[in-house]
């Protein structure tokens, strides 16, 4: 089977969000979309099945750091059925209290990363990449993984223009 492919996965949250009020299309669901169109990669987006999550910050906030502290593993909506096909996987998660969201941990649990080259992407209100891409590495156990991109959320959201622009520049310099 041909693994040429390429595949970006990504979790992403809209409600009301740290620094750019309630939106409607999350953060880092434009990043993803962007590296998408630019790279010809198919998307995947990670949702939390049955999703309780709340729709305020500040109850957010504490709900997902109780989900870290027990190293929580949400149950999540459908999966890569061709996941063979591909040969480099973007994963792309928002800032977590410096962890990524626990629903992107059960997508990776759930596949094998042995033949893989991950590409992390994080946005993020001030911490940038954190540790995420090392977390990622230590969960997926990945063939390879190539440099990060992070970028903050309110850019992402608010200026689109300079956001793909980053984004190019950056793919290139990766060597797409
Ligand atoms: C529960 C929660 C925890 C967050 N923790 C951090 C953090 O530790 N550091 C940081 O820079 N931003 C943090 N943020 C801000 C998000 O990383 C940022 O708003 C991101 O762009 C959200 O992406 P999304 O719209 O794709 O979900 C947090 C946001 C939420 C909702």
Redesign the pocket.
Known sequence: MLKNKKLVVYF??VGE????GI?TE????IVAKFIASAIGADIFEVKVKNDTYSAS?KT??DE?LREKKIGARPNIVGDVTNFDEYDTVFIGS?????DMPMALYTFIERHDWSDKTIIPFV?????GL?SIPAYMKAAAKPKAMLGGFEIY?HT?QNNRDETYEKIIIWLKNIGF
């Open positions: 992403s949250k969000q740290y620094n750019v939106i999350g953060n880092t669901a910050y957010l906030a997902t928002p800032n977590w209290w410096a946005t993020h209100e001030g911490s954190s959320g992402a």
